[in-house]
C-alpha cells in the first residue's frame, strides 16, 4: 500500500506537469457545477413560485425531467447522444463543446443539481411565513424589494440544511465523471487499479479522499448553519 501511494500520490493529490491531479478534478467539477447550478437556481425557483402557469410549468417541466431521470443516463444523452445529432456536427461551436468530456460532464452535473435545488429554494420559498410578506408590502415593498430584503433572504437561510445535502450528493456525483473519460478521482483509482490489480488498495485510498472531502463540505455547512440558524434553534433553559 505504502508503495502504490508513494507512486500515484501525484496523480491523486498533486498536478503532475501538465495534468491535474485526480482530486483537483473533482473539486473542480464541484464547485463550477454548484456555483452554475446555484445561481440558475435562484432565479428558477422564483419562477417555480409564480402564480402565472405559463412561467411556472416551463421550469416544473425541466425540474421533473433533470429529478426523474438518472444522472448517468443524462451524461450519456450529452457525452454520446449530442455529438450524434447534425445540428451539432454542423455548428462548430456546438461541435468543439460537446466533443469534450469534460465540458458534458460539467454541463449534465450542473443542469442536474440546478433542477434539486430549484426544488429545494422554491420549498423555502413557500416556507416564508406570510406575515411578513404582508408587512413588507404595507411598508410599501416593490416585488423586487420584497424578494431581495425579505423572501429570499429567509428563504436561504431555511433551505441551508437541504441544501448542504445536495451539495454532498454533487460530491458523490461527480464519480460519473469517469464514464465520459474525465480524469477526477475515481478515474485515477481506476487507473491505478488496472496498473497494480489491487481494487481494495485502489479504490479505497479514493472513498478515503471522498470522506475526507465530505467531512471538510459538512464541517462548512455546519458553522455556516450555526452562524445563520442560531435563531430557530431553542434556547437552553436554566
Not at 452554475?36 to 422564483?46: D, Q, R, T, V
Not at 452535473?109 to 406575515?131: D, K, Q, S
Not at 496498473?195 to 475526507?212: D, H, K, M, R
Amino acid at each position: 500500500m505504502i508503495e502504490i501511494i508513494q507512486e500515484y500520490w501525484k496523480a491523486l493529490l498533486w498536478t503532475d506537469g501538465y495534468r491535474f491531479s485526480g482530486v483537483a478534478i473533482t473539486l473542480w467539477l464541484l464547485v463550477v457545477s454548484v456555483v452554475l447550478g446555484g445561481g440558475m437556481a435562484l432565479l428558477l425557483s422564483i419562477a417555480r413560485v409564480s402564480p402565472y402557469k405559463t412561467v411556472r410549468f416551463p421550469v416544473w417541466l425541466f425540474t421533473y425531467i433533470f429529478r426523474g431521470t438518472p444522472l448517468y443516463v443524462q451524461l450519456l444523452v450529452f457525452y454520446s447522444g449530442m455529438y450524434t445529432l447534425e445540428v451539432v456536427k454542423g455548428t462548430e461551436l456546438l461541435n468543439a463543446f460537446f466533443r469534450s468530456g469534460l465540458n458534458c460532464t460539467l454541463l449534465a452535473l450542473t443542469l442536474n443539481t440546478c433542477a434539486y435545488t430549484t426544488e429545494v429554494f422554491a420549498g423555502a420559498i413557500r416556507a416564508v411565513p406570510h406575515g411578513e410578506i404582508e408587512a413588507a408590502r404595507a411598508y410599501g415593498f416593490s416585488t423586487f424589494k420584497l424578494y431581495r430584503c425579505i423572501i429570499m433572504p429567509s428563504a436561504l437561510r431555511t433551505a441551508l440544511p437541504a441544501y448542504s445535502n445536495e451539495v454532498i450528493l454533487m460530491l458523490h456525483s461527480t464519480a460519473l465523471a469517469f464514464t465520459a473519460t474525465v480524469p477526477d478521482l475515481l478515474k485515477v483509482a481506476r487507473d491505478i487499479n488496472s496498473a497494480t490489480y489491487q481494487p481494495f488498495i485502489a479504490f479505497g485510498i479514493a472513498a478515503v479522499l471522498y470522506l475526507i472531502i465530505s467531512y471538510a463540505l459538512i464541517s462548512l455547512f455546519r458553522k455556516a448553519e450555526k452562524r445563520w440558524l442560531a435563531h430557530v434553534k431553542p434556547s437552553s433553559s436554566h
